[in-house]
C-alpha cells in the first residue's frame, strides 16, 4: 500500500494583513539572534568556514544552541553554508567581526542595550517620558557613554564617506562640527581637504573618549576640541563650513531653530551648512519613523524631524540654495549664506 502525499494547503496568504501581523510579532527574534551572535562571537569564530562542532569548540557553547543558532544566522542570510560548513557572508565578514576595520560590534552592541526598553514602550506612550535616565549616555553613566561614542563612530564611518562624496568644501578653511561627537566626519572631511581645519563642539563627558579616537586619526593635528553645550553655549565665529550631524533628532524644533541660528550668525559670509541626520519625509522611511520612537525611550525631547521642516527652518533663517539629499539611511540638508554684497541687493529688490 503506497504511501499518501501530503496535501499543501495555503491557509494563510503571505500577504495578507494577518501575515504582516505575524511579521511584526516576530520581529524581535532577528534582533535577538543578530545580538546573541555578535556577543558570543560567532563571525570572529567563522574567520574561516567550519562545522557545528568545530565553532561549539571554539566558542566552548553547548553544540545544541550553536547549530540552532548558526541556522538561524543562515536563515537571516547573516552566513552561508558551503561543503557542510558554515562561513561568513561578505556583509557580515566586513561589519560583524571585530578585526574589521568598518566594524559595527560597538553600535550593535549598544543597540542591544537598548533592547529591553522597547517592552516598556506602552508606559513611556502614556507618560510621555523616557524610560531610562536621559544623562547616562552623555556622561551620567561611564561605561555607557564610552560605548555611546564608539558606536556613534562605528555608525557614522560610512555616512561620513558617502557625504564627503556629495559636499564641496573646496576653498574652506575651518569646519565648525556642532556636537560632533567622535568626529569622524570631521576627520573623514579632513582628509578630504588637506587645507581644512575642524573645531568638535561637544559634551565635556563626550570630547572625553572623542580624544582618543581622534588622536588615533592621523588628522588630530587640525582638529580642536571645544567643550560646549550647543544647546546653551556661543558656538563661535569664522567658520565657513558647519556640520550638525546625529544632533537635532535629540531636540524640539524651537532648539534646533536656536542652533541653526547661531550657526548663520558666526558663520562666514558664503559658507555652508550642512545638517545629517534620519529624517522623515510624509511618514518615510520606516527606520527613521522607527528611530524617532527609540527617542521617546531615552530622550526627554526630540523625535525624527521632516527634512522638508528643518529646510523651511534654514530658508526663513537667512540660508539660501537649500537643498536635501538622500544617503540612506541619513538625509543631508545642504544650504548656504549668502555674500554680504548679494543680500545687499536682494534687499535693493
Request: hydrophobic content about 45%; some cysteine; glycine content about 8%.
Amino acid at each position: 500500500m503506497s504511501t499518501p502525499k501530503p496535501q499543501t494547503v495555503d491557509v494563510v496568504d503571505k500577504g495578507s494583513d494577518l501575515a504582516g501581523i505575524y511579521s511584526a510579532a516576530t520581529a524581535f527574534w532577528q534582533s535577538a539572534v543578530l545580538f546573541a551572535a555578535c556577543r558570543l562571537g560567532v563571525f570572529d569564530a567563522l574567520d574561516r568556514p567550519a562545522g557545528a562542532g568545530e565553532v561549539t569548540q571554539r566558542l566552548n557553547l553547548s553544540e545544541r544552541g550553536v547549530k540552532a543558532l548558526l541556522d538561524a544566522c543562515v536563515a537571516l542570510e547573516l552566513l552561508a553554508t558551503a561543503d557542510g560548513a558554515y562561513c561568513n557572508t561578505p556583509a557580515s565578514q566586513r561589519y560583524l567581526t571585530s578585526r574589521s576595520p568598518e566594524s559595527l560590534l560597538v553600535a550593535l552592541a549598544l543597540q542591544a542595550e537598548t533592547y529591553p526598553m522597547w517592552m516598556n514602550l506602552s508606559e513611556a506612550v502614556m507618560k510621555g517620558q523616557p524610560v531610562i535616565a536621559p544623562n547616562d549616555l552623555l556622561g551620567g553613566d561611564r561605561d555607557l557613554t564610552r560605548k555611546f561614542v564608539v558606536g556613534m563612530h562605528q555608525r557614522a564611518v560610512g555616512i561620513a564617506e558617502t557625504l564627503v562624496n556629495v559636499v564641496d568644501l573646496a576653498g574652506c578653511r575651518l569646519l565648525a562640527d556642532i556636537g560632533g561627537g567622535p568626529g569622524a566626519y570631521s576627520t573623514c572631511m579632513l582628509k578630504r581637504y588637506p587645507d581644512l581645519r575642524a573645531r568638535i563642539l561637544d559634551l565635556p563627558p563626550i570630547l572625553e573618549f572623542a580624544r582618543t579616537l581622534v588622536s588615533s586619526s592621523g588628522v588630530d593635528d587640525r582638529i580642536e576640541l571645544v567643550p560646549c553645550d550647543v544647546t546653551t553655549d556661543a558656538i563661535g565665529e569664522g567658520f565657513d563650513v558647519a556640520l550638525v550631524s546625529g544632533l537635532l533628532h535629540r531636540m524640539t524644533a524651537e532648539t534646533c531653530r536656536s542652533i541653526l541660528q547661531k550657526i548663520y550668525t558666526g558663520m562666514a559670509p558664503g559658507g555652508q551648512v550642512i545638517v545629517n541626520d534620519l529624517f522623515t519625509v510624509d511618514g518615510e522611511p520606516e527606520l527613521a519613523v522607527l528611530f524617532g520612537l527609540q527617542m521617546l525611550l531615552t530622550n526627554e525631547t526630540g523625535g525624527a524631524h521632516d527634512a522638508r521642516d528643518v529646510a523651511s527652518w534654514l530658508a526663513a533663517i537667512g540660508f539660501v540654495d537649500v537643498t536635501i539629499t538622500s544617503l540612506f539611511p541619513h538625509m543631508a540638508i545642504i544650504a548656504r549664506k549668502a555674500f554680504a554684497e548679494a543680500m545687499v541687493e536682494m534687499e535693493k529688490e
